[in-house]
């Protein structure tokens, strides 16, 4: 991994903040974006404390070819420091509120203070997911679950609408049961309806499969998708029913089709948070993408690759 090196290239278009959304009808039938041409856009990650030196991450995304990326603290790593991170490099990082937290199940109250005092600071320009239901995964992430009408939940999406951010939410419908699975669907989609104005991004796919992320596309204009753990850097390591996007290094023809159909709905994001999906599995995972958007229209692949978070953040373009 160490030796390896893309060569970064000037993007040929950009996609401002205030284009409106890139439709399949669009892309017309120019040539395919090369390989280098790209930049991204990481519209979703997390940082522990075992990433000791934050520079890392400035490397890898220097290595890669990726310009900004939305961070969040996370375990033992304190909100302040990714705040700190980012002034030092106010272009290359966006700070995240963080929610994750062990009060959000022990103690409601507290978990509530420490979100507020983080929006509060004025320090952060982004609100990081929110779990609704995340499976425990092994010792590392222990189960939680809140419904879509919870406070917190509430909460959190008040905080979004007041500073017009995006929400951010994680389900992991692939890990419910079908009486659960049916729960959250129906409480997701009364909040999509609820806040048609407010983007929604669901984390990691959702788990869920084209047909079903389909109707949710066609059923509310509100409705976004974040790329997280869908690439074979992640799906061939693990266990969990994570959405498997890719055949070889192209993507899967029922996701892609999907993804011609609605490019402005399917945002890059790599939800990184131990050491090893920034060491060892960076490069494989941006590569990969890189590689995939080759085989898309170039208006596509720039709309998923930075052009779509740069839009629903209101970030400027790379120059």
């Not at 991004?201 to 509100?222: F, Y």
């Amino acid at each position: 991994m160490g030796d390896r090196r893309i060569v970064l290239v000037i993007a040929m278009a950009v996609i401002f903040f205030s284009s409106p959304p890139v439709r399949g009808g669009d892309v017309g039938a120019s040539q395919p974006v090369s390989a280098e041409e790209l930049y991204f856009v990481d519209a979703h990650s997390q940082v522990d404390e075992d990433v000791s030196d934050l520079e890392l991450i400035i490397r890898r995304m220097d290595a890669a070819g990726v310009y900004r990326t939305i961070l969040a603290a996370r375990s033992g790593r304190k909100p302040g420091e990714v705040a700190d991170f980012a002034a030092r490099h106010p272009q290359r990082i966006v700070p995240s509120v963080r929610t994750k937290s062990g009060a959000f199940d022990k103690n409601p109250l507290k978990w509530r203070k420490f979100v507020q005092a983080q929006l509060d600071s004025g320090r952060f320009r982004a609100i990081a997911e929110i779990l609704l239901y995340h499976a425990k995964k092994g010792n590392k992430a222990p189960e939680v679950r809140a419904y879509p009408e919870d406070d917190r939940v509430k909460f959190v999406l008040a905080a979004a609408v007041e500073r017009g951010w995006p929400f951010v939410v994680h389900i992991e419908f692939a890990s419910l049961s079908r009486p659960e699975r049916e729960r959250f669907m129906a409480g997701l989609e009364k909040l999509l309806r609820e806040y048609p104005q407010l983007p929604f991004l669901l984390n990691h796919m959702g788990q869920l499969q084209p047909p079903e992320a389909a109707r949710l596309i066609g059923a509310h204009a509100n409705f976004h998708l974040l790329t997280a753990h869908t690439t074979s850097a992640i799906t061939r390591e693990s266990r969990e029913p994570w959405t498997r996007m890719f055949e070889g290094e192209r993507l899967a023809p029922d996701w892609k089709a999907l993804m011609l159909a609605h490019p402005d709905r399917f945002v890059f994001a790599l939800d990184n948070v131990w050491y090893q999906h920034w060491d060892a599995f960076y490069l494989d995972q941006v590569s990969q993408w890189r590689q995939a958007l080759t085989d898309v229209p170039p208006s596509v692949a720039h709309a998923v690759a930075h052009g779509n978070a740069e839009r629903l953040w209101r970030l400027d373009p790379r120059q």
